[in-house]
Structures are given as structure tokens and as C-alpha cells.
């Protein structure tokens, strides 16, 4: 669904973030929906960066085209890791197929997991630190995913609003939930993570406006972790 205009728009991302990183810049990409992360990868992998990836995000977003409601945004992942079933033209952006190898990959916050998703988690052997681990030591979790992403020279993070308590922080597209990390934990976790010196570029997802009880409240809430995540 919507595959054409998915395909332009990661190709303009990729193109700004293959950019901005041969130029030793820091990105920020505000998505979008999820799909968005493939540009931001293809572009890190055209400006020649050894990539490790932290997707923060309620969903493993690991399903194929197959496997999903037949919108994109739950298979985002799966093209990365160019999973049997994906769409060609999606899992062919930038110049290296796959995209990511699953040794590049952390899952952090994640909770939503089909069955296909779980059974390539499990036989790809990739990273996860779950809702339930963060939230019973965030300061612990965080400390674990940045000693993860050290390793490589490029960090990008992939952070999709709905890992976020609605309750606290009502911002996701998605409304289903309500027991995520709260707003201060996932900003300690973007600091610590932003603070590697290989971190190179933070990707926003899935927010809607229109939840917000308090459209300028929230936003003035938001803007202040980013602009403390990202000095």
C-alpha cells in the first residue's frame, strides 16, 4: 500500500543523510511513519558508515508484506534485514542488500510481536532489551544499549512515539496503550545514547498532533528533550 510514494520519500531522506554524514554532520529526520528509518539506513550506508541501529519502538515493525495488515509501516525492519517476502524496490535503497545484517540491530522497548516476528528474532539471534526490562531498571537498560552501540562507528536511533506511555505523554498515532516508558525515561535513554561519540543521526516517528490534549504543552515538553538529547 502506498508503495510508490514510500519508495520517493526514502529516497529523498536517504539522499539528505547520505549528505549530512560524509559531512560529519549530525542528522535529525521527523518522520513519517516508520518506513522512513530505511531512508535514514540507505543514506548512513551511501556515506560508507559501519551502521548499529537502536529502534526504540512498541512494534518489531518484522513483518513482511505478506504478513501484514498490508500497510508498510509494520515491515520496515524486515526490509532492512531484506527477510524473504519483502518488497524488492524497498529492500534494495542505498548501496548494500541487505541493508542491515541482524548483528547491526537492537530492539529496545519493544513488546508487540507476532509470531513471524518472533520466530525471525529468534533465528536471526537479534538484540532485544523489552518494555519490561526498561521499565524495571531504565538507568541499567540504557547502560546495555549504549555498550552495545560503542562497537560500531556509526549510531543511528529510531525512536517511535508509541514506546511512550499514552497516559503520560498522549503524542502516538497509535492509541491502543498506555503502560510505555514515560517521557523522562526514554529522554534518559536518548541522552545516553546521543552522548556516544559514533552517534550520528536520531529518527521520529508516528507522532500525531491531534492526540494531545495540550497541542503546545506537549510540543514544549518534547522540544525540550530533544534539545537536551541532542545538546
Not at 539471534?125 to 541499567?140: F, G, M, T
Request: proline letters at 6%.
Amino acid at each position: 500500500m502506498n508503495l510508490e510514494a514510500v519508495r520517493h520519500a526514502c529516497d529523498l531522506v536517504a539522499s539528505e543523510v547520505a549528505t549530512a554524514i560524509a559531512a560529519e554532520e549530525d542528522v535529525l529526520v521527523l518522520g513519517g511513519d516508520c518506513t522512513v528509518e530505511l531512508g535514514t539506513v540507505a543514506g548512513a550506508n551511501a556515506a560508507g558508515a559501519r551502521i548499529g541501529l537502536v529502534y526504540i519502538d512498541f512494534d518489531a515493525d518484522l513483518n513482511t508484506p505478506d504478513t501484514s495488515d498490508g500497510a508498510l509501516d509494520w515491515t520496515g525492519v524486515a526490509h532492512l534485514l531484506d527477510i524473504p517476502g519483502c518488497e524488492p524496490s524497498l529492500a534494495t535503497l542505498g548501496p548494500a542488500r541487505p541493508m542491515l545484517v541482524p548483528q547491526q540491530l537492537l530492539y529496545f522497548g519493544v513488546e508487540n510481536i507476532t509470531p513471524p516476528e518472533a520466530t525471525a528474532i529468534r533465528d536471526h539471534a537479534i538484540k532485544v532489551i523489552s518494555r519490561e526490562e526498561a521499565l524495571r531498571d531504565i538507568e541499567a537498560a540504557a547502560a546495555r544499549a549504549a555498550e552495545w552501540a560503542a562497537r560500531f562507528d556509526c549510531v543511528l536511533i529510531h525512536f517511535d512515539v508509541d514506546a511512550l506511555s499514552f497516559i503520560d505523554f498522549p503524542i502516538a498515532e497509535n492509541v491502543r496503550r498506555c503502560d510505555g516508558l514515560k517521557l523522562e525515561q526514554a529522554a534518559f535513554v536518548l541522552k545516553q545514547l546521543t552522548a556516544l561519540p559514533q552517534w550520528r543521526g536520531l529518527t521520529i516517528t508516528e507522532v500525531n498532533p491531534a492526540h494531545a490534549p495540550d497541542e503546545p504543552a506537549a510540543f514544549a515538553r518534547l522540544n525540550e528533550v530533544l534539545a537536551d538529547a541532542l545538546g
